[in-house]
C-alpha cells in the first residue's frame, strides 16, 4: 500500500516538473525577445554593434544554453558567438526583408544531445527562432529607412544651398554687368581711333574679346538662376555644345 502510494506521488510529479520547465523555458524566450527590442529601440551603436549585441542574446534562450552557438548572417556579413561551428545540427530562420531574402539566424548545439521536435530542438525553439528573424527584419527596415532619410535630409540641404548660389549669382551677374558693359564701350571706341598702333590695337581687341567671354559667362549665370525668361524652341545641338566648349575654354 505505501510503496503504491509513493510511485503515484512520483508519477504525479512527473507532469508538474515538465509543466515547470516548459514554463521555465517560454520564460527564457520571452526574455530573449525582450532584450532584442530594447537593443533595437536603444542607441546601442553601430548597425554591426546592434547585431552581434542580438546575436549574443540568443543561445541563453535555447533549453541547453551552455552547448548552444548563434549566428546572424545579413548581406554577407557575419556575427557569431563563441565555438559556432556550421558542421553542427543546427536550427535555421530566413530573415526576409519586403519578401527578399537578406540572411539567415542558425542555432547549433556543439555537443550530440537526443532528438526532440526538430533533431535537438524544440518545437518552442523554432517559433522563437522565426520570431527573431522577424525582429531582424524590422530592425534592417527601420535603418534602411533612417538612411534614407538622413539622404534625403542632404539632398534638401543641397537644393537650398543651389538655391542660395542662383541668388548670389544673380546679384552678382547684375553688379558686374555695368562695369563690364563700360569697359567694353570704351575698349570698342579706342578701336575707332585712327591714330592707333597695331600692337596698341591688338592689346584693345583682347579687352574686347575679354568683356564679350565675361558677358557670356554673366548671361549663362543669370540662365542659371532663371532670372532670364526660359521658353521652348528647336536648337542646335553643335551650337550648344560649342558654347559649353567656350565656356571652358580657359580651364582646357
Known amino acids: 500500500m505505501g510503496k503504491r502510494a509513493a510511485v503515484k506521488g512520483r508519477a504525479a510529479a512527473r507532469p508538474a516538473d515538465q509543466t ?4 521555465r ?3 527564457k524566450e520571452l526574455g530573449c525577445l525582450y532584450r532584442i527590442s530594447q537593443v533595437s529601440g536603444g542607441s546601442i551603436g553601430s548597425p554591426d554593434e546592434v547585431f552581434q549585441h542580438i546575436v549574443e542574446l540568443i543561445p541563453p534562450a535555447w533549453q541547453y544554453p551552455n552547448i548552444a552557438s548563434a549566428r546572424i548572417v545579413l548581406d554577407g556579413k557575419r556575427y557569431e558567438t563563441r565555438g559556432f561551428n556550421e558542421d553542427c545540427v543546427r536550427q535555421t530562420s530566413e530573415v526576409l526583408v519586403n519578401a527578399k531574402r537578406r540572411g539567415a539566424v542558425d542555432v547549433v548545439y556543439r555537443e550530440a544531445r537526443p532528438p526532440l521536435d526538430e533533431g535537438p530542438f524544440l518545437k518552442d525553439e523554432r517559433s522563437l527562432l522565426d520570431a527573431i528573424a522577424r525582429q531582424i527584419a524590422v530592425i534592417v527596415e527601420h535603418q534602411e529607412a533612417e538612411e534614407e532619410r538622413v539622404h534625403l535630409q542632404k539632398q534638401l540641404m543641397h537644393a537650398d544651398r543651389l538655391a542660395t548660389i542662383g541668388q548670389l549669382a544673380a546679384g552678382v551677374a547684375h553688379e558686374l ?4 558693359s563700360s569697359i567694353l564701350g570704351f575698349a570698342q571706341l579706342l578701336k575707332r581711333n585712327p591714330g592707333m598702333s597695331e600692337a596698341v590695337r591688338q592689346d584693345v581687341q583682347k579687352i574686347v574679346a575679354a568683356s564679350l567671354h565675361a558677358r557670356e559667362i554673366i548671361k ?3 540662365l542659371f538662376a532663371r532670372q ?3 521658353f521652348k524652341e528647336p536648337v542646335d545641338v553643335n551650337r550648344v555644345v560649342s558654347g559649353a566648349i567656350d565656356l571652358f575654354r580657359h580651364h582646357f
Do not use: C, I, S
Open 25 to 27: 523555458e517560454r520564460v
Open 177 to 180: 554687368n555695368e562695369p563690364l
Open 220 to 222: 549663362k549665370l543669370l
Open 228 to 230: 532670364t525668361p526660359t
Open 20 to 23: 515547470a520547465q516548459a514554463l
